[in-house]
């Protein structure tokens, strides 16, 4: 399974970015897909998740700002980011994987064998 992200890139405080992942290769394997983050000098954190029941799980932080949307048809994966803050400045990384694992465990990045090379996002004040 190959993930790219696309549509990463500034923008000021309050403003809104949408990012893309496509998935392609052996995608039946998927069982999960989620949107994960990076800020410098900090751990790789789960944004929001997906399971292929259509579950969906999103981190306290994002919940009323970002939405998760997806084109089965075209194996894509669609994170709609609004009201965006500095803090929401990260490297955000596209991710799948192929385990039944409990649903508690969607957003923890550890459970994810599929990765996405990332999209910056920067968030200015």
């Known amino acids: 399974v190959q993930l790219m992200e696309s549509g990463g890139g500034s923008v000021q405080s309050g403003g809104s970015l949408r990012l893309s992942c496509a998935a392609s290769?052996?995608?039946?394997?998927?069982?999960?897909m989620g949107w994960f983050r990076q800020a410098p000098g900090k751990e790789r954190e789960g944004v929001v998740a997906?399971?292929?029941?259509?579950?969906?799980r999103y981190a306290d932080s994002v919940k009323g700002r970002f939405t998760l949307s997806q084109d089965k048809a075209r194996n894509t994966l669609y994170l709609q980011m609004s009201s965006l803050k500095p803090e929401d400045t990260a490297m955000y990384y596209c991710?799948?994987?192929?385990?039944?694992?409990?649903?508690?465990?969607?957003?923890?990045?550890?459970?994810?064998?599929?990765w996405g090379q990332g999209t910056q996002v920067t968030v200015s004040s």
């Open positions: 991710a799948a994987r192929s385990g039944y694992y409990p649903i508690t465990t969607m957003l923890n990045q550890y459970y994810y064998n599929y």
């Open positions: 290769g052996y995608t039946y394997r998927i069982i999960c």
């Open positions: 997906i399971g292929i029941g259509g579950s969906t």
